[in-house]
């Protein structure tokens, strides 16, 4: 692997007002879908694992390389977790690997991809996962991006559809760009997923909200919606997961 690459979790991360912000829904987020138990239908959880692959994204791919892990970790006490990952690049490239049930195959994936320049496929991604769940269960996507640069009536489309076939989308924005978060936000509205944006190299956000999510994959919306019934902040992802 050659010379050694810093430890993405180890950098200190500035705490302005806004990043506490987004700190504390992170945490709102996290503590509630971790309280989920298993799944009702027994099945173990699928998720998708989808990653703009871009150049402005290598140093995201690197440090989601290093917190892929904590995926599967967080979800193993909800009856666990296979993982597909999606990734674009370059010019028009879109590829998915297959179904992967343990952390260091799918590391060994993501660590073989280097990123490259070329415009967003997130379209590609959607049409990806109807396909998927058109063949077998899929419980959720995870998309982490930070740019669109589509048509944000064809991704409503096609989100539409995903949503018809019971797919959350959780739309993970890194940075602040207005037009992404208009259509991250849709997407995650029309199938019934949820958005965050965390910010540009915080480890410490993206990881959290990579284990809640898995831990969402692999169990329900029950104790979630026991909880709402006493926390503003869980009333509020509730209202995100059901809107």
């Known amino acids: 692997m050659g010379e050694k690459t810093?430890?993405?979790?180890?950098?200190?991360?500035?705490?302005?007002?806004?990043?506490?912000?987004?700190?504390?829904?992170?945490?709102?987020?996290?503590?509630?879908?971790?309280?989920?138990?298993?799944r009702s239908d027994g099945a173990r959880g699928r998720l998708i694992f989808a990653l703009d692959a871009t150049m402005s994204r290598q140093p995201t791919w690197d440090t989601a390389c290093a917190l892929q892990a904590d995926m599967f970790r967080e979800a193993a006490g909800a009856g666990g977790l296979d993982v597909q990952l999606v990734y674009y690049r370059g010019i028009g490239e879109c590829r998915a690997s297959g179904w992967v049930s343990a952390s260091d195959r799918l590391a060994r994936l993501m660590g073989a991809i280097d990123c490259r320049g070329g415009n967003t496929q997130i379209a590609k991604v959607l049409s990806h996962v109807r396909q998927e769940k058109n063949a077998g269960p899929v419980h959720a996507l995870v998309f982490v991006g930070d740019a669109m640069e589509e048509s944000l009536d064809t991704l409503c489309?096609?989100?539409?559809?995903?949503?018809?076939?019971?797919?959350?989308?959780?739309?993970?924005?890194?940075?602040?760009?207005?037009?992404?978060?208009?259509?991250?936000?849709?997407?995650?509205?029309?199938?019934?997923?949820?958005?965050?944006?965390?910010?540009?190299?915080?480890?410490?956000?993206?990881?959290?909200?990579?284990?809640?999510?898995?831990?969402?994959?692999?169990?329900?919306?029950?104790?979630?919606?026991?909880?709402?019934?006493?926390?503003?902040?869980?009333?509020?992802?509730?209202?995100?997961?059901?809107?």
């Open 157 to 243: 489309a096609r989100a539409g559809e995903i949503g018809l076939l019971g797919v959350p989308c959780f739309m993970f924005q890194e940075g602040p760009d207005a037009i992404t978060e208009q259509a991250f936000r849709e997407i995650a509205r029309l199938t019934r997923g949820a958005y965050c944006r965390f910010a540009p190299g915080a480890a410490e956000e993206l990881r959290d909200l990579l284990r809640a999510v898995a831990t969402y994959a692999a169990g329900g919306l029950k104790a979630l919606t026991a909880a709402s019934a006493g926390s503003q902040a869980s009333r509020l992802l509730l209202q995100q997961l059901r809107s």
């Open 6 to 38: 810093p430890d993405p979790l180890a950098k200190a991360e500035t705490r302005t007002p806004d990043s506490r912000v987004r700190r504390a829904e992170v945490d709102a987020f996290l503590s509630q879908v971790r309280s989920l138990g298993p």
